[in-house]
């Protein structure tokens, strides 16, 4: 595996440090992103015989930071921190006793401190996973066995959506996995979420990237669509067959079918296929079959203050652990949906080149950009959507999540600088990627602020595109 030496040296004087110490403190954020950092951060320390405790923070702010303990242990931020030095310095933190581990930007500050972070130095699909395993190889060069997780950790951000499949350092890391046996690569596989739990006309259905007309949206015309092909869709059971249980040349009559379907609707078919990551050590039907369920399990626990939960499974609880996670995916899964309901039911308002829907207090802030998400696919497609949520914990404070499709971060649309630009003119602060970001923002702004996100996204794709429909 290759990377930029200045990168290579940062990895090492972090891991250096780390070793130096006794007992660490971990600081995480609490999605599947910060759940796998914390995972492997905290099996690499403890390996190598540093006393370990951790934390998980739904944001870095003044409120969150009396989570972090006022006691001697080292602290390592993980998937934040980057962009709040400041803060840090500004509760007494000092540069030896600070490190951060981060994909996000960075924040000028009047304190160096010590910091591994992959965007500087151009690999921006990378997620803080995937950097905190290469702290952790360079802790020791046996920690190959947590590739996994940090393959979950990049899927779970993002990492592989925009080019359907992992690049870069984050490809080289599932490769060490692939070598392990702990991973397998599928290089063309079915570009759908629930290959290894969903029936495949379920499966099919929920797709929006590519959206297939006909068939994205539409379960029972996805079933139709499979029945016109004569292939077994149930085993001998009578169960639904999922996609990865489907016999290959049944898989090639399917895809075949879907291209054509496609390209007889005038779109290409190049995201009708993406790379899988699958884990075969991991039992059939369940979420921790492959990357993306996996990752979508731990977001489940993250989402509903239980990130520990999601830890203890990347350490490899497969009892209670694993039962309680269950439990909250469905839950989690529940609620998205009654979510995604109210937001069709309610509707949108449109301007320009943003839609946008105020939800009140009627759900928790941590689901709201998982709901923008999938209601983008039943709305308009070429408009980037903004939700924003009270904070009935903080209420001079409205969450607001952004987000995009691939094509529209091909035409040039940057979520991730809208919400900070945006969010800053208001006196909040805000950040994320180009195609999913979110802020906080002063309650009464509301207005004023979606318009000025309407005003730079129409100067950054200055010409909407028409969407699928």
Known sequence: MTTVMGFSEDIRAVAAELLAQDSVTIVSHIDADGITGEAILAQALSR??????????????????????????FKLFCDLGAGQQNLLAEHGLSEDEVAIIDHHVSQPCGRDYLQVNCLPYGHTKLSAAGVAYLVARAIDSGNTDLARIAVIGNIGDMMAREDCGLVGIARDIAQEGAEHGAIEIR?????CYGISTRPLHLCLSYTDDPFIPGISTNAAGALRFLEKLGVPLKDTARRWLVWEEIPPEDQRAITSALAQQLLANGQGISRLFSESYLFPGEPERTPLRNAQEFATLLNACGRWSRPGVGGSICRGDRGSAYREAEHMLTNHRAIIRELLQFILDSGVTELSHLQYIHVGNRYPDTIVGIGAGMALSKLAMHKPILIMVAQPEDPELTKVSLRTTTRMVEQGVDLQQVATEASAKFGGAGGGHRIAAGAFIPRGAEQEFVFHVNELLAGQCPCPGTGHR
């Open 187 to 191: 290089q063309r596989d079915l570009n």
């Open 48 to 73: 190598a015989g540093v006393t370990v405790q951790s934390v998980f923070v739904r944001q870095l702010e003044p409120l969150t930071m009396r989570q972090v303990p006022e006691d001697a242990t």
